[in-house]
T-cell receptor, first 112, second 113 residues
Framework: NAGVTQTPKFRVLKTGQSMTLLCAQD?????MYWYRQDPGMGLRLIHY???????AKGEVPDGYNVSRLKKQNFLLGLESAAPSQTSVYFC???????????FGPGTRLTVT | QKEVEQDPGPLSVPEGAIVSLNCTYS??????FMWYRQYSRKGPELLMY????GNKEDGRFTAQVDKSSKYISLFIRDSQPSDSATYLC?????????????FGQGTRLTINP
């Protein structure tokens, strides 16, 4: 099992460009999450999904959109990137136990 | 005020030392209390969890929760250089049927050989 994978690993964008980050999990998990991690801020929840076809806003959703068309995939979109979105983005999925989230390796995004 | 507060460090100790990492929280609705470990340029991995006040041991690691004081701790005994990482406390609650985690800022720990 690959667990949780994220594509791409690194990306540099110019202000105003758009991109999509892909998260995939092969554990048949219902719940999936997108976080961003900034120095001194810990991990903050952007959006999450409780199942295929459903999404909900987290703590810092502005400037991002998400889609969960297939159970195994959770996409995070930036329609018009801003320098404030420079961050490391982590995807996670929730296992059968109610407490353990499994994290992907992260995507490092720089917006210039 | 943040829901979860954690001293970001950095913390640097010699090999073999006992390490104490701490978090405080303000939301009484938190159900699970967790510690994640994150190595440099990797995703966080669950290290320990507990849901009740008291101590829980796993090898060299002990997680402690004091719900009355809204305080959790992680102790590492006989610390090793391989323990060098960022440690994140996390608290979970269920909102509208979905688990949400609230993380502390993370403490960067270095164990010096």
């Amino acid at each position: 099992n690959a667990g949780v994978t994220q594509t791409p690993k690194f990306r540099v964008l110019k202000t105003g460009q758009s991109m999509t980050l892909l998260c995939a999990q092969d554990m048949n998990h219902e719940y999936m999450y997108w976080y961003r991690q900034d120095p001194g801020m810990g991990l903050r929840l952007i959006h999450y999904s409780v199942g295929e076809g459903t999404t909900a806003k987290g703590e810092v959703p502005d400037g991002y959109n998400v889609s969960r068309l297939k159970k195994q995939n959770f996409l995070l979109g930036l329609e018009s990137a801003a320098p404030s979105q420079t961050s490391v983005y982590f995807c996670a999925s929730l296992g059968d136990k109610s407490y353990e989230q499994y994290f992907g390796p992260g995507t490092r995004l720089t917006v210039t | 005020q943040k829901e979860v507060e954690q001293d970001p460090g950095p913390l640097s100790v010699p090999e073999g030392a006992i390490v104490s990492l701490n978090c405080t929280y303000s939301n009484s609705a938190f159900q699970y209390f967790m510690w994640y470990r994150q190595y440099s340029r990797k995703g966080p991995e669950l290290l320990m969890y507990t849901y009740s006040s008291g101590n829980k041991e796993d090898g060299r690691f002990t997680a402690q929760v004091d719900k009355s004081s809204k305080y959790i701790s992680l102790f590492i005994r006989d610390s090793q250089p391989s323990d060098s990482a960022t440690y994140l406390c996390a608290m979970s609650l269920i909102i509208q049927g979905a688990q949400k985690l609230v993380f502390g800022q993370g403490t960067r720990l270095t164990i010096n050989p």
